[in-house]
């Protein structure tokens, strides 16, 4: 029987990224706004906010723990990338791959985080050349499982079997939470209106991921009825976009540390329409999770054409969410 779920809050500050870009906010100024909202779990694309990430100054270090103090703050999270082609003529060698992954797990040692995210696209023989480096450094590298992948395709499979394999508590699953979007996002459905996609044919396409029709067939479907090449793109879109049951976290569970809590848009009333959270934290505090809900907002793709971005509002409506579902599905203790 697993221990009573005590689930915790936080923001990926990836979130707040539209602020970032524009100068709006610098790295305190994300740090004190998840701060100010209880996310006190902070995870960080280190290549986006941090110069010279993952070999960051000593003088940085030192501020970054300054202001872990400061916001009373935890650091969580560090997201790495293995960027496999960094140089035109040719891919990172295994060795390459290694040193680089090796030098993200000390950045993150640094940083104070206790998981990295590990893209998905890492091989398996990658990470486990890196079990010594991590178990070093007390860090579990969390490969995240994102859509169009989910917890039945074979590639995940592989890496839980090589995880069992291995027999380390040092690897583990970041599951992404659009790999259970329920409805078509309302935000993805209007910019493509705006763009020149019939109100119809956007209809159809939503109505038709709602009742889970193939996507091979919605776009054949689509081409029958004369979609134009805007219209071709949104059905594409449901190739990407997937649901598929909560309940598969419970299998995974023991090896679950760390979720991107993924929305596209959190509605004035504080509800996500297309990700259906009331359904996935019962299955968190079912399975005993005991780690972040972090936050990873990324609607403002989907509205900068039209509206101005507020990162910092719909994150917080998240938060007001995630009180409101913890509360209602407070595990009972004894």
């Known amino acids: ?25 610098d790295l305190e100024g994300c740090i004190a706004e998840a701060a100010k909202i209880g996310a006190n779990g902070i995870e960080i ?5 941090i110069a010279d990430a993952p070999h960051a100054s000593d003088s940085f270090y030192a501020q970054w723990h300054d202001w872990m103090a400061q916001y009373g703050t935890t650091p969580v999270c560090h997201d790495l990338f293995l960027d496999t082609k960094r140089y035109l003529d040719r891919r990172l060698s295994d060795d390459e791959c290694v040193a680089s992954i090796e030098a993200d797990l000390l950045h993150a040692h640094r940083l104070g985080c206790r998981f990295v995210r590990v893209l998905v696209s890492v091989s398996p023989h990658i990470l486990a050349r ?25 590639w995940i499979i592989r890496h ?3 995880m069992e394999r291995l027999a380390t508590q040092h690897i583990g699953f970041l599951p992404d939470m659009g790999i259970f979007v329920k409805h078509y996002p309302r935000v993805m459905r209007d910019r493509f209106v705006r763009m020149g996609a019939r109100e119809s044919i956007a209809d159809f396409i939503c109505a038709a991921y709602d009742d889970r029709i193939l996507s091979e067939y919605l776009l054949q479907d689509v081409r029958q ?3 134009t090449p805007v219209e071709l793109a949104m059905a594409e879109t449901v190739r990407h976009t997937i649901w598929s049951s909560p309940k598969r976290l419970l299998e ?7 979720i991107h809590a993924k929305f596209y848009e959190m509605t004035a009333d504080c509800i996500e329409p297309s990700i259906p959270y009331d359904e996935i934290l019962p299955v968190l505090v079912e399975g005993g999770y005991n780690g972040y809900l972090s936050s990873e907002y990324e609607g403002n793709r ?14 917080r409506r998240q938060h007001r969410m995630f ?11 004894a």
């Open 1 to 25: 029987m697993s221990s009573p779920a005590q689930i915790k809050r936080g923001v990926s500050l990836y979130s707040y990224q539209e602020e970032f870009f524009l100068r709006k906010l």
């Open 45 to 49: 694309v280190s290549e986006q906010m």
């Open 130 to 154: 890196c079990v010594s480096t991590a178990e070093r450094y007390d860090i579990k590298m969390l490969l995240e499982v994102h859509s169009p992948l989910h917890f039945d395709h074979p």
């Open 160 to 162: 839980a079997e090589s």
């Open 225 to 227: 009825m004369g979609g």
């Open 252 to 258: 995974f569970m023991p090896r679950i540390h760390h």
């Open 302 to 315: 989907h509205v900068q054409d039209a509206f101005e971005v507020d990162s910092i509002e719909q994150v």
């Open 323 to 333: 009180e409101r579902l913890l509360e209602q599905h407070a595990p009972v203790t």
